[in-house]
């Protein structure tokens, strides 16, 4: 049974449409090396140009972030899932007020949105 | 418009969009964009141009600014905050097309900042408040090679509840 990789909504489209890929590596590393092959402009969605994975680029195996795991050398066995997760960040720049974390409940608006 | 795409979205979810921006001034606001979009709808003609393909907001999640200590004002949403976002998004049958925030006291144009930390295919949604005052809000997407974002159009589409 190989590893199966999860593409997150926002790369689909630079992978033929497909939410996952599966492939028969040992490694982290090896799986997205052979999906940026396959899907060859993932990478630099993925990669910076020297190679390193991209700051808002999370990669989970089973749900352990790969930071505190061997990284890119994370040993994987058959069956195991790899999760490619966005984080978001923006701003401006040259602004120098402090964003304080906000009071409003995470997803406040929701259900009275939905209603 | 026939090459610019173009996102629709209720006014209500407009003016709930401007409120964030005022409420949390002089700090940023930010929040997901969810929605679905014709393009990763099971069934769909594999081969349409994912950027021609129709994408609707239907509902807004708000998010806690989670920034970081930089110096400057910028916002981050967390991996863990994203997977939330979606499964909030798929438990209402619709996916996280997007993410909105505010740029106060600044044009309501991507900073060099925001296009380095940008997702491809996600709607950026842009709102600029002035002195506490929502101003002009504008959407873009980031270019496949990761040059640029070109904008998006924003069409109001008055409807009854999904
Ligand atoms: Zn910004």
């Given at each position: 049974?190989?590893?199966?990789?999860?593409?997150?909504?926002?790369?689909?489209?630079y992978a033929g449409?497909?939410?996952?890929?599966?492939?028969?590596?040992?490694?982290?590393?090896?799986?997205?090396g052979r999906l940026t092959t396959e899907f060859a402009d993932l990478r630099k969605h993925l990669f910076?140009?020297?190679?390193?994975?991209?700051?808002?680029?999370?990669?989970?195996?089973?749900?352990?972030?790969?930071?505190?795991?061997?990284?890119?050398?994370?040993?994987?066995?058959?069956?195991?899932?790899?999760?490619?997760?966005?984080?978001?960040?923006?701003?401006?720049?040259?602004?120098?007020?402090?964003?304080?974390?906000?009071?409003?409940?995470?997803?406040?608006?929701?259900?009275?949105?939905?209603? | 418009?026939?090459?610019?795409?173009?996102?629709?979205?209720?006014?209500?979810?407009?003016?709930?969009?401007?409120?964030?921006?005022?409420?949390?001034?002089?700090?940023?606001?930010?929040?997901?964009?969810?929605?679905?979009?014709?393009?990763?709808?099971?069934?769909?003609?594999?081969?349409?141009?994912?950027?021609?393909?129709?994408?609707?907001?239907?509902?807004?999640?708000?998010?806690?600014?989670?920034?970081?200590?930089?110096?400057?004002?910028?916002?981050?949403?967390?991996?863990?905050?994203?997977?939330?976002?979606?499964?909030?998004?798929?438990?209402?049958?619709?996916?996280?097309?997007?993410?909105?925030?505010?740029?106060?006291?600044?044009?309501?144009?991507?900073?060099?900042?925001?296009?380095?930390?940008?997702?491809?295919?996600?709607?950026?949604?842009?709102?600029?408040?002035?002195?506490?005052?929502?101003?002009?809000?504008?959407?873009?997407?980031?270019?496949?090679?990761?040059?640029?974002?070109?904008?998006?159009?924003?069409?109001?589409?008055?409807?009854?509840?999904?």
């Amino acid at each position: 049974m190989p590893v199966k990789v999860m593409i997150p909504s926002p790369l689909r489209s630079y992978a033929g449409k497909r939410d996952s890929a599966e492939f028969n590596v040992r490694t982290v590393g090896e799986a997205l090396g052979r999906l940026t092959t396959e899907f060859a402009d993932l990478r630099k969605h993925l990669f910076t140009e020297d190679g390193k994975l991209r700051s808002f680029v999370n990669v989970y195996v089973n749900d352990e972030d790969i930071r505190y795991l061997a990284k890119e050398n994370t040993p994987t066995k058959d069956g195991d899932t790899i999760s490619i997760i966005p984080s978001i960040a923006g701003g401006v720049e040259g602004y120098n007020r402090h964003c304080e974390r906000g009071e409003e409940p995470l997803f406040g608006f929701l259900d009275a949105a939905a209603s | 418009m026939a090459d610019e795409p173009t996102i629709w979205i209720s006014g209500r979810l407009v003016e709930k969009i401007r409120a964030h921006g005022a409420e949390t001034y002089p700090h940023e606001c930010c929040g997901a964009l969810l929605g679905r979009d014709s393009g990763v709808v099971a069934g769909s003609d594999p081969n349409k141009d994912a950027l021609n393909a129709e994408r609707e907001i239907l509902e807004l999640l708000p998010l806690v600014n989670r920034r970081d200590d930089s110096p400057h004002n910028r916002f981050s949403v967390t991996a863990d905050d994203v997977r939330a976002a979606e499964k909030a998004a798929r438990e209402h049958g619709l996916d996280v097309v997007g993410w909105y925030h505010s740029h106060p006291d600044h044009p309501a144009r991507p900073s060099q900042y925001d296009r380095d930390h940008a997702w491809p295919w996600y709607s950026y949604i842009i709102v600029s408040v002035q002195k506490g005052a929502p101003q002009d809000m504008t959407s873009w997407r980031l270019t496949d090679n990761r040059e640029g974002f070109s904008p998006e159009g924003i069409e109001i589409r008055h409807r009854a509840a999904v």
